[in-house]
């Protein structure tokens, strides 16, 4: 990897921690499909998983006493159970494809999340596995467990302090199980981890100039351009495949 990539690669990792740090999401979703231009598409879900694992709030030992563990169990369950299976398919699907369809999994993303649903997630076990399923195989595939995990559980009925509770443990424990998953397979190599070590700078920054930006960018505007990275992030894997 040449130190121009490098670059391009914290470059990427900055514009997405700014979001992160802005919004309370979408690091991965941002930053997966830049960087999967650049490098192999499995080794940018590692660094985007690992750098998910380094950004995870501190906060977890208290959010995981404060879920409600009847609706967070089957969840967590099925999450874990699916992550290694979207690991696994990401490793059999060839890589310009790969970069093709998390790139469209990370478009895709906006509308679902941004969609109006009702003011509470439907009850019943089977909901909640579903969104467990759909959560852990995003993060095995493409590092991005958020989309399923907050169309359930951001809805006006829920107290957003109820809902941030219920990421923080699902993303924690997603992450923890692909990164579980590809230490054991031995797909997560010292050059993988050393990459993704040497994008905390990027991530610390990016997070800490999103907060201070948090109440003084228009939303419509931080959206718009997030936007425009994820289609040309699109247009470049579409390159790659077709060109």
Request: with cysteine.
């Amino acid at each position: 990897m040449t130190p121009v990539q490098v670059l391009l690669i914290w470059i990427a990792v900055l514009f997405a921690s700014v979001v992160r740090g802005l919004t309370g999401f979408g690091l991965a979703i941002v930053m997966v499909p830049l960087i999967g231009i650049i490098i192999a598409p499995q080794q940018a879900v590692l660094v985007g998983i690992m750098s998910s694992l380094m950004m995870a709030p501190l906060g977890y030992a208290t959010s995981r006493k404060r879920v409600d563990p009847a609706v967070m169990r089957p969840l967590l369950i099925a999450t874990v159970t699916a992550a290694p299976f979207g690991l696994w398919l990401l490793t059999m699907t060839p890589p310009d494809i790969a970069r093709l369809a998390i790139a469209g999994i990370a478009i895709g993303s906006f509308p679902v999340l941004l969609a109006k649903r009702a003011p509470h997630p439907p009850g019943g076990v089977l909901p909640r596995v579903a969104t467990g399923m759909l959560t852990g195989l995003l993060a095995g595939f493409a590092a991005m467990p958020g989309p399923p995990v907050i169309f359930y559980f951001v809805r006006h009925g829920i107290a957003p302090a109820a809902s941030r509770d219920a990421m923080i443990v699902t993303f924690f424990w997603s992450s923890s199980m692909v990164a579980l998953a590809a230490l054991v397979t031995g797909r997560f190599t010292l050059p993988t981890a050393a990459l993704a070590l040497s994008c905390y700078p990027a991530l610390a920054l990016g997070n800490t100039i999103g907060s201070k930006l948090f109440g003084h960018v228009n939303e419509a505007a931080w959206r718009a351009v997030t936007l425009a990275i994820m289609a040309a992030a699109a247009l470049g894997a579409a390159y790659r495949v077709l060109g």
